[in-house]
């Protein structure tokens, strides 16, 4: 069949066609749940089981802003095959993939409904015991089996292969690494921080060392990457986390997977400006935060590094004192990593939710100052960094000396 | 026509049936010239106009002290696309190729045989002045407009899909990075230098820096590398010089393949002890190399940071400050892989003519620990090195040291 958007009707059928999902004769309701910017998803429910699978089909643009541009359909193949890849290593973690269809760009995949988007679950004050645990073993397990780590060396030049995925790296290259960091069109903030962001494009050593950052980006192919690994590509509950939308799997630097999930938490950190207004629990929130923050470093690099030392076939791995001078620039590439992502996301083209909820204006450019503090810190400090602590004592830091410039103003 | 080795008569057949080389009817002859390990190599000549081709064409395997182990014939694929690219940037450094035949997995390219292979002029004690020069625009073209600076972002993705090579990629990681610095089967050295090379293989701060290079090869994908840069790849006369045999191209380290021309001079430097005899002209030799080294260094950054300025298409490159912090961390890598090089030369499977040539086992054993004392301070003196001499200076210091040393045993 040849590409074209299917109808709520044609899902139900064409799920129905196939093998082994449901009974001949099921009857099916079918329900577009997409925000219809990038994809058709169709929860489709068989009433009389409750057994329901999600129905996701690419679409060939993307409207952000009102600017509609043309997108690759590729993306449905990045995105099934990273799924399958990650669902052998940590099966719990991921949505599980039934079938895919390259021509109509669509993906059959168990159906996660009774989870959360984790950023709504933050914006609304939840807490999540298990989180940190649960997404340092996605990352760990994920990243070494497809390293050079953990995987054989035709094996790694063969994945390279298939997620070259160069027009989703591009916009990864625009929007986080270049457009934020100078006077862009793309760049999308609130006109009360433009006093911040023009210091940020004049930071000649901070616009540096983002120069830096952005070229690990496009050579570093250390790892098969989720490439988008924020609180919106995670659903949760209190006792499970799975991790969808991995469409920019690609090779590149293991921090960036790592330095994304961290962004995010942060974000909801500086958010907190607006979102909590008890002081008393935005304090307490905020501590949980960083508590996250750091169990997320502690519990990935503890297993990362439980499997350097038992599964690693590379034959160099073993050498003394290697996992750790590793293990020291992968702390600094994820600091690093995590404030490109904080800065872009108040400056450039795509917000979070976390912020774009703050309805007053000038409440909202207090959290994002903070997050622009936080941001640029990470990355100009990140080459001391070597606990995760001392990325949260950052942070910390960044936000007494807010407090203290805003309560003098 | 599916694969098979050629004979001289077929291959002549082959060259006459293809359409623009030769006039119908035109009277060839051919000699097979090659050595006969990894590849057939055709030399066919019209004796009436003096007009020749080289085919070259893949064997199925690649036999090396007596052993034969089958080898991927997609490396005739590899070699042939990446003289293309290369011949685009830099047409008078190259062979032309004029045809690819990819199931007899051989290439028609323009005769070269008025060329000598510099490992042979070297050892016979020739100057080229042109050489640096030369090598320095190949290595500055081909590695700039291929890296992520002089190409557009999708471009380089294709490219490292074309060139992913992971057979020839393993025998790198092997012979250059792994056997050398253990007790490997693969390793053939002189029996009088056991006492350096097991020292080597107890030197742990030296290894843990052979092991982060190794990582590097594995994971920086910055430009496409020749990827086996040595003097025996290189044909020269005094006024020309080509650059051959790029099988082993891939997206790799640019430090890679300067490292590698380094490599060879100072293996040629080092086994000046068993080559010349007339110490006066050894040393007046010696400097002749050592500048050459320099001026490699030299004439590769000066011409690469001149496209930098004025080719980069990448929007951050212009970044103030990239350039040079990125030229700082190239001279690193380029001393680490020249040491690198350098070792497994004399301990590793393959030797070089120019320490092989040395008929008394003593006075190569000498050449030998000087070639391990020089490889081992690049590798661990690296990070200290800012300029050209700086590197020059090491292999003085070494040279001084190591006959010290010699004096007092």
Redo the contacts between chains.
């Keep these: 069949m040849a590409y074209r958007a299917l109808s709520e009707q044609e899902a139900v059928q064409y799920v129905k066609e196939l093998p082994g999902l449901f009974e001949p004769g099921a009857e099916l309701t079918s329900r577009e749940i997409g925000d219809g910017n990038l994809n058709l998803v169709f929860h489709i429910r068989e009433e009389a089981t409750g057994k329901s699978v999600i129905v996701k089909q690419a679409l060939p643009y993307a409207r952000v802003v009102g600017e509609s541009w043309p997108l690759t359909l590729d993306r449905a193949r990045i995105e099934s095959e990273a799924l399958r890849i990650q669902y052998k290593h940590v099966p719990d973690l991921v949505p599980e993939v039934y079938h895919y269809d390259a021509e109509l760009a669509l993906t059959v995949m168990e159906d996660l409904s009774d989870h959360v988007l984790m950023r709504k679950g933050l914006i609304e004050g939840e807490r999540y015991p298990h989180f940190a645990k649960h997404i340092g073993r996605f990352m760990a397990h994920t990243l070494f089996y497809t390293s050079?780590l953990g995987a054989h060396?035709?094996e790694?030049?063969?994945l390279?292969?298939t997620f070259?995925?160069?027009?989703l790296?591009?916009i990864t290259?625009d929007l986080v690494?270049?457009d934020p960091y100078e006077d862009a069109p793309t760049n999308n903030f609130n006109p009360l921080i433009r006093k911040e962001v023009e210091a940020i494009w004049n930071h000649?050593?901070l616009?540096?060392e983002?120069?830096?950052l952005?070229?690990d980006f496009?050579?570093?192919?250390?790892a098969l990457l989720h490439g988008d690994l924020h609180t919106g590509s995670i659903f949760v509950t209190k006792q499970s986390t799975k991790v969808i939308d991995p469409e920019f799997a690609y090779y590149g630097p293991i921090g960036f997977d790592i330095g994304a999930v961290i962004a995010n938490l942060l974000l909801n950190y500086a958010a907190q400006h607006g979102l909590e207004p008890d002081a008393g629990k935005r304090e307490s929130y905020r501590e949980y935060l960083l508590t996250t923050v750091e169990d997320v470093w502690n519990e990935f690099v503890s297993q990362f590094v439980q499997l350097w030392h038992k599964q690693a076939k590379e034959?160099?791995?073993h050498?003394?004192?290697?996992w750790q001078?590793?293990v020291k620039r992968l702390i600094a590439d994820t600091a690093g990593f995590a404030g490109c992502k904080i800065l872009r996301r108040v400056i450039g083209l795509a917000g979070v939710a976390d912020l774009n909820t703050i309805q007053d204006d000038q409440t909202r450019a207090e959290a994002e100052r903070l997050a622009l503090l936080i941001g640029q810190e990470l990355i100009l400090k990140r080459s001391g960094i070597e606990e995760s602590t001392d990325m949260t004592d950052i942070v910390r830091q960044a936000t007494a000396r807010y407090d203290q410039e805003a309560a003098t103003v």
Aim: hydrophobic share 30%.
């Design positions: 050079d060396p035709y790694k030049k063969t390279v292969g070259l995925n160069p027009e790296c591009k290259e690494f270049t000649k050593p616009k540096l983002i120069a830096k952005k070229y496009l050579t570093r192919a250390e034959r160099s791995a050498v003394e004192g290697l001078s590793y």
